[in-house]
């Protein structure tokens, strides 16, 4: 990850800084972090997963979100933008503004070589913060793998990973299932995804 300036920013003044902004950028802490383009592999794998879940969960209680609604963290002082969230209930919104969400009970993310250590460590340190936080997938981008994390208890999460085509995950906490088949549609493993590349801070 590279600090665009050392300049410590207010989280007002990157809420203003990116109503404008051609590009996403994270927010930690009083640092501002351009996010890069996704790969190709990145964009197929949340898409799939995207569009899935939004018909899954027509005229029911569960709201799926994708990579462009933000999210805050306010113990970590955090705005970023998960691949997907999926909210139970009503959505909350911070500040009454619509373009920040509050209470995802599930976050996936799509894994880039230069954020997987982030997105296992730190960022899930970070996501384990909201309350609501019930369960996270990350999902492999360069080949057929799937690690799921289940809350089981304070403090306590379950982990089962999937790396067979013809298995299907089903999430834990919403009623929700899809085959790896359909999230790895279209993915092609062959084309490697470049060195350095940040699929945004994700």
């Known amino acids: 990850m590279q600090v665009t300036q050392q300049k410590d920013y207010t989280p007002e003044e990157y809420l203003a800084l990116e109503e404008t ?6 927010y930690i ?45 306010p113990q970590k002082r955090i705005y970023t933008y998960p691949d997907a969230m999926i909210i139970v209930g ?55 793998h799937v690690e799921q994390f289940s809350k089981t208890g304070k403090k306590q999460w379950n982990l089962r990973e999937y790396d067979e085509e013809d298995e299907a995950i089903a999430l834990v906490t919403v009623p929700f299932e899809i085959t790896l088949q359909d999230l790895y549609d279209k993915v092609n ?4 995804e470049p060195e350095g590349k940040i699929d945004g801070v994700d």
Request: aromatic share 14%.
């Open 21 to 26: 902004a051609e590009y996403k950028s994270e």
């Open 29 to 73: 802490d009083g640092q501002i972090i351009p996010m890069a383009g996704g790969t190709a592999n990145h964009n197929r794998i949340a898409g799939n997963f995207y569009a899935v879940m939004n018909f899954a969960f027509r005229q029911k209680e569960y709201e799926v979100f994708n990579s462009d609604m933000r999210l805050w963290l």
């Open 90 to 144: 009503e959505s909350e919104f911070y500040n009454n503004r619509t373009d920040i969400i509050t209470n995802p009970q599930v976050i996936i993310e799509v894994l880039s070589k230069s954020t997987k250590g982030y997105d296992r460590e730190d960022k899930f340190q970070a996501y384990r913060t909201i309350p609501s936080f019930q369960e996270y997938l990350l999902i492999d981008q360069t080949r057929i």
């Open 189 to 192: 493993f062959e084309v490697a």
